[in-house]
C-alpha cells in the first residue's frame, strides 16, 4: 500500500517563504504531485516530480529525494491568495491513480 | 473551454435512494477518476478507469459502482444511499501526469 504524511496546518506571513513537506511509503514509485485547492474549489496540478532534485515553476518549487522518501513543495514571495490547501500525492506505477496525502491547509497572514 | 463537467453541483439524498453522479470530459484523456473528500481525511480513490471498457476499484469502493462506456463518460452510481456517502465527490481525468478535476459535487444523505 501507500502512505503519505504532510502537516496538518501551516501559518506564513505575506511575503515570506514556506515550505510544505511530505513524506511517503510505497510498494512502488513513479513519481510525487502537488495540487492546490481553495476552500469551496477543485483541486489543481502545481508540479510533478519524478526524479531527485528541485523543479521551479514561477513562485513555487518543488524538490524530491527518492532515496529519503520525501519531497517538498517550497513557496516563495507568500501572497494571501496562496491561501489553500496543499496536497502532495503519489503514483506507484505508470497506471496506478494516484494516492493523496491528507493536506496541509496553508494559512497567510498580513 | 476543455475541461471537466459534474452534475449535480449539489444534491440532498434520501437513504436508500440510488443516485448517479454524472462526469463528461472534452479532453480526450484516457484514464478517469472518482474521489470522495471528507474534512481531515483528504481525498480518496473511489473507482477509476484507465481507458473505456475498463474499471478498477479504489481505496474505497464498497457502495458504488461505475461503468465507461466510451472515453468522455464515467458516471458515478450509489446503488442504495447511506449518510455515510455523505461527502463532497470529485471526478477528474489524466492523459499522463497531471490530474484535471471536475468542480465537484456536494452530497448529502439524509
Known amino acids: 500500500g501507500q502512505s503519505l504524511e504532510q502537516p496538518s496546518e501551516v501559518t506564513a506571513v505575506e511575503g515570506a517563504i514556506v515550505q510544505i513537506n511530505c513524506t511517503y511509503q510505497?510498494?512502488?514509485?513513479?513519481?510525487l504531485s502537488w495540487y492546490q485547492q481553495h476552500d469551496g474549489g477543485a483541486p489543481t496540478f502545481l508540479s510533478y516530480n519524478a526524479l531527485d532534485g528541485l523543479e521551479e515553476t514561477g513562485r513555487f518549487s518543488s524538490f524530491l529525494s527518492r532515496s529519503d522518501s520525501y519531497g517538498y513543495l517550497l513557496l516563495q514571495e507568500l501572497q494571501m491568495k496562496d491561501s489553500a490547501s496543499y496536497f502532495c500525492a503519489v503514483k506507484g506505477s505508470g497506471n496506478t491513480p494516484l494516492v493523496f496525502g491528507k493536506g496541509t491547509r496553508l494559512s497567510v497572514i498580513a | 473551454i476543455a475541461g471537466i463537467t459534474q452534475a449535480p453541483t449539489s444534491q440532498i439524498l434520501a437513504a436508500g435512494r440510488r443516485m448517479t453522479l454524472r462526469c463528461t470530459q472534452d479532453?480526450?484523456?484516457?484514464?478517469m477518476y472518482w474521489y470522495r473528500q471528507d474534512l481531515g481525511l483528504g481525498l480518496r480513490l473511489i473507482h477509476y478507469s484507465n481507458t473505456a471498457g475498463t474499471t478498477g476499484k479504489g481505496e474505497v469502493p464498497d457502495g458504488y459502482s461505475v461503468s465507461r462506456a466510451n472515453t468522455d463518460d464515467f458516471p458515478l452510481t450509489l446503488a442504495s444511499a447511506v449518510p455515510s456517502q455523505t461527502s463532497v465527490y470529485f471526478c477528474?481525468?489524466?492523459?499522463?501526469?497531471?490530474?484535471?478535476f471536475g468542480s465537484g459535487t456536494r452530497l448529502t444523505v439524509v
Open positions: 479532453m480526450r484523456h484516457n484514464a
Open positions: 510505497t510498494s512502488g514509485f513513479y513519481g
Open positions: 477528474a481525468s489524466s492523459d499522463s501526469i497531471g490530474y484535471t
